[in-house]
């Protein structure tokens, strides 16, 4: 069994009209919700082997926190770009792509893509996530490869609380 924890990054703003959508950085409740969210895991003792993120900054910004709190070297952070493209073959072939000596994987992105791909891996209909929401799945498989539409099961959904 493999577990797979999809995190949508936490709450960006457009701090200038110029910036690109791939610059967009945290706000400060983006860092609360991060914050929350990171130190709630702890506190349920999960402990990924592997983090996961698009390189976007609100992502990456993220997926740092959440190592800072994990107790997770942030150089660790393993950065995939097919995450930031978006699409349900891209985040598929990303997660195929992991190495199977790590069961626990959390991977960090956006949508609508990461609120497609829960749905798509459960194969039941999924509502969007919220910014910092976190999907955890459980797929009945032994090899990462082995990922496919409907191969996974809905453990639970969690998100910040609501301000």
């Known amino acids: 069994m493999k577990n797979l924890y999809l995190v949508r990054h936490a709450k960006a703003g457009w701090h200038d009209p110029a910036m690109a959508d791939f610059d967009r950085t945290l706000t400060k409740r983006g860092h609360r919700q991060a914050e929350e969210m990171s130190e709630r895991l ?6 990924p082997e592997r983090l996961v993120s698009s390189p976007a900054s609100r992502a990456l910004e993220t997926a740092e926190i959440f190592a800072d709190e994990l107790g997770i070297e942030r150089r660790e952070i393993l950065q995939k770009i097919e995450i930031y493209e978006g699409g ?14 790590e069961n626990t994987v ?9 609120s ?21 799945i459980e797929l009945d498989c032994e090899h990462w ?19």
Not at 42 to 47: A, E, L, M, N, Q
Not at 148 to 163: I, N, V
């Open 88 to 101: 349900i073959d891209k985040l598929a072939s990303v997660v195929r792509s992991l190495a199977d000596e």
């Open 145 to 163: 490869r082995d990922t496919a539409e409907g191969s996974g099961t809905l453990a639970w959904y969690k998100y910040p609380e609501r301000e």
């Open 116 to 136: 497609q791909f829960v749905q798509w891996l459960t194969g039941k209909p999924a509502e969007a996530m919220d910014t910092c929401g976190i999907a955890k």
């Open 106 to 114: 959390m991977l960090f992105g956006h949508n609508p893509a990461i």
């Open 42 to 47: 702890r506190k349920k003792g999960v402990t």
